[in-house]
């Protein structure tokens, strides 16, 4: 095999193995009497991709140039890799290279890439060959039932709502609508995920065609790779799909030169009965926390339980409480309060509780962040102090003989 490729279609070239590269590790190169085509299959055989250059495509071709046979052709497996760094930088390709020459050379079993650049500059990359051997994927496009035809910049602005950690894409597709949304499993809690749904109508697509109406999933990786090979290429995409379970054929071509399929394997989403009842799972048991919650929340605790009235009433001098009298209570007021709270702290003394006291519960509420802080040091400044309590006793000695 043994062909040149001119510098404009170098870059196509060049975009072709970089959108190979994000569906699989190895690139399959078979020529053929009228073309070239390379393809690719990912590690879990449910994506596949195949480009086909036609005869066309290149200015120089002859598929058989070192076969000593008519009908033999080229068929080999090279690493994705060593590709990728033949064609590296493909959007200023055509500006740097001329010309490009693939060929094999039977003596050593590599591939060679030959790069033309301007100014005389030749580079080539010799890729060793990995296996003999080429792979084939039976699908039909043709006689599918719903096929659309769109333009690639309204499904690339469509996916640009999607989160970067959706893996997965859902597709309904309806005579009066196609809504892509994506595909959340239902036993994780759908509180927890962004959903995200777009709908489109017929009249954005170039053709649409439902003659079966549907629902598949496939992956989001490589839809995304598709849509930008055919972004950069500035041609339509058409969609070719049936029911789930069936591949969806993703098809690409300007009609004259160079045709690419990317075929997605589909499967079957969660009902929406099953996500629904998932979420309808959750809500009892959120409503059923708020009931057990609700109540002792909004239960009013009283200030002081027989406990707490208990040690009060044995002495303890620093959780007593202190009367704060409102400025606008009347004076008659604030005075029945005091001797309110005069009368229980005598009784306290005697650890006995006066009935008649006990009818006087009207307990202070928490202090405001206003009050508060005169009620820290309220003690300090009251008349229970007693300093005949500390005549013989030496709180603090000398520190000097003096």
Not at 50 to 62: P, R
């Amino acid at each position: 095999m043994k062909c040149h490729v001119p510098g404009p279609n170098v870059k196509v070239l060049g975009r072709t193995v970089h959108a190979l590269a994000r569906f699989g590790d190895e690139l399959y190169l078979e020529s053929l009497p009228d073309c070239i085509v390379l393809r690719t299959l990912n590690a879990a055989e449910s994506a596949y991709a195949m480009v086909k250059f036609k005869k066309v495509f290149f200015s120089y071709f002859n598929y058989n140039y070192y076969s000593t046979e008519a009908a033999e052709g080229l068929k080999c497996k090279i690493s994705m890799k060593s590709a990728l760094n033949t064609f590296k930088s493909p959007a200023h390709m055509d500006k740097q290279v001329e010309n490009l020459e693939m060929k094999l050379d039977p003596d050593t079993c590599k591939l060679i890439f030959q790069l033309k650049c301007k100014h005389g500059i030749v580079k080539t990359h010799f890729v060793s060959i990995l296996d003999c051997k080429a792979i084939q994927i039976a699908y039909t496009k043709d006689l599918v039932p719903n096929k659309i035809t769109s333009p690639q910049r309204i499904l690339s602005d469509a996916l640009g709502n999607f989160q970067s950690s959706d893996d997965e894409v859902t597709l309904e597709a309806t005579s009066q609508s196609l809504i892509l949304r994506n595909y959340n499993d239902s036993s994780i809690d759908l509180t927890k995920v962004i959903r995200t749904q777009i709908n489109l109508k017929p009249a954005e697509f170039e053709s649409y065609t439902i003659g079966e109406e549907t629902t598949i999933t496939f992956t989001l990786k490589e839809f995304k790779a598709l849509l930008a090979f055919a972004e950069a290429l500035n041609l339509p995409l058409q969609l070719n799909f049936e029911k789930t379970g069936k591949p969806i054929i993703f098809i690409v071509h300007n009609g004259l030169t160079f045709e690419a399929h990317f075929v997605l394997a589909t499967t079957k989403p969660d009902s929406e009965t099953q996500a629904g009842s998932t979420q309808n799972k959750n809500v009892p048991e959120r409503n059923k926390r708020k009931e057990t919650s609700v109540p002792g929340s909004a239960k009013k605790k009283p200030h002081l339980d027989n406990e707490a009235l208990k040690c009060l009433d044995e002495d303890s001098h620093l959780f007593n409480f202190v009367v704060m009298p409102d400025e606008n209570e009347p004076v008659e007021n604030r005075k029945s309060a005091n001797n309110c709270f005069q009368n229980n702290k005598s009784n306290a003394t005697n650890n006995k509780i006066d009935d008649k006291a006990m009818e006087c519960d009207n307990i202070p509420a928490s202090p405001t962040s206003k009050d508060l802080l005169r009620t820290v040091f309220r003690r300090c400044f009251e008349s229970t102090f007693d300093p005949r309590n500390f005549q013989n006793v030496v709180l603090a000695e000398n520190s000097d003989s003096e």
